[in-house]
């Protein structure tokens, strides 16, 4: 079984950074792609940024230049580095962990980005 955990979320000025960290506890960890999503106030469950199991990352428009999804096999962790962050990436963070059949989610992480 495989279980996600966030962390790293918080309150943060506008133009400010924050980083992510999703911790992976199971087996294979190197064999999951690896993806943030994020969900605002009042919207749908938006995907911010995956990278697979090969390191090949993908990016949402609304984030290019300013995220970047990172991987650690020896930590068995993603992290999410967020940069120049604005009042709009306010919302609930969330890692998902998945293979052709299979699908895991975390909790999430609360990140505010506010003066």
């Known amino acids: 079984q495989v279980q996600l955990v966030e962390s790293g979320g918080g309150l943060v000025q506008p133009g400010g950074s924050l980083r992510l960290s999703c911790a992976f506890s199971?087996?294979?960890?190197?064999?999951?792609?690896m993806s943030w999503y994020r969900q605002g106030p009042g919207k749908q469950r938006e995907l911010v940024a995956t990278?697979?199991?090969?390191?090949?990352?993908n990016y949402a428009d609304s984030v290019k230049g300013r995220f970047t999804i990172s991987r650690d096999s020896a930590k068995n962790t993603v992290y999410l580095q967020m940069n120049s962050l604005k009042p709009e990436d306010t919302a609930v963070y969330s890692c998902?962990?998945?293979?052709?059949?299979?699908?895991?989610w975390g909790q999430g992480t609360q990140v505010t980005v506010s003066p």
């Open positions: 199971g087996t294979a960890f190197s064999l999951y792609g």
């Open positions: 990278i697979t199991s090969a390191g090949n990352t």
């Open positions: 998902k962990a998945y293979l052709p059949l299979r699908v895991y």
